[in-house]
């Protein structure tokens, strides 16, 4: 059985009280601060989106980035190479042929040279040019070294100069 409203003592959360005012503000604080923590699907579905861009592009990268260090660390391989062939081909005198060829297997990698001896501008001096060629990511690389040699016989004088007395 209710009471009819004139005779209901007055609740101190009924509209219009002060209480009520406060006891409102809080609910809507309460429902702000839960709406601003709360992450909506729009935001987890952008979220996705992104990495499913940037994932790819990171990995693709880091690819990109280990290829290009395995060819640097080759050429490097080669480079070395190619300045052995040179040193051992001055050293033993093997430059006089005009180009001679071989294979150095360095590591798991092989490498295929050219050593090449070529006239220069100037009469005594020739150039001497090792190429080291290798595979790597379905291309051919190639490194070149080069050096100027005195072709001059050990003892005999250079042309145009003279002795002097």
């Given at each position: 059985?209710?009471?009819?409203?004139?005779?209901?003592?007055?609740?101190?959360?009924?509209?219009?009280?002060?209480?009520?005012?406060?006891?409102t503000?809080?609910?809507?604080?309460?429902?702000?601060?839960?709406?601003?923590?709360?992450i909506?699907?729009?935001?987890?579905?952008?979220?996705?989106?992104?990495?499913?861009?940037?994932?790819?592009?990171?990995?693709?990268?880091?690819?990109?980035?280990?290829?290009?260090?395995?060819?640097?660390?080759?050429?490097?391989?080669?480079?070395?190479?190619?300045?052995?062939?040179?040193?051992?081909?001055?050293?033993?005198?093997?430059?006089?042929?005009s180009?001679?060829?071989?294979?150095?297997?360095?590591?798991t990698?092989?490498?295929?040279?050219?050593?090449?001896?070529?006239?220069?501008?100037?009469?005594?001096?020739?150039?001497?040019?090792?190429?080291?060629?290798?595979?790597?990511?379905?291309?051919k690389?190639?490194?070149?070294?080069?050096?100027?040699?005195?072709?001059?016989?050990?003892g005999?004088?250079?042309?145009?100069?003279?002795?002097?007395?």
């Amino acid at each position: 059985m209710e009471l009819a409203p004139a005779f209901r003592r007055p609740s101190p959360f009924d509209s219009g009280s002060k209480l009520h005012a406060l006891h409102t503000l809080r609910a809507v604080r309460r429902r702000l601060r839960r709406a601003r923590s709360a992450i909506t699907l729009a935001e987890v579905l952008a979220a996705l989106a992104f990495m499913a861009i940037v994932i790819p592009v990171a990995i693709q990268g880091l690819r990109v980035a280990g290829q290009a260090g395995e060819v640097a660390i080759r050429k490097s391989q080669a480079a070395r190479i190619a300045d052995k062939i040179i040193n051992q081909s001055m050293v033993t005198t093997n430059w006089s042929t005009s180009q001679q060829t071989g294979q150095t297997i360095e590591g798991t990698t092989q490498f295929q040279w050219t050593l090449r001896n070529e006239a220069w501008k100037e009469n005594p001096l020739r150039l001497i040019s090792a190429e080291v060629s290798f595979m790597a990511q379905d291309k051919k690389i190639s490194v070149r070294l080069s050096t100027l040699v005195d072709s001059t016989p050990p003892g005999a004088q250079p042309m145009g100069m003279t002795k002097s007395e």
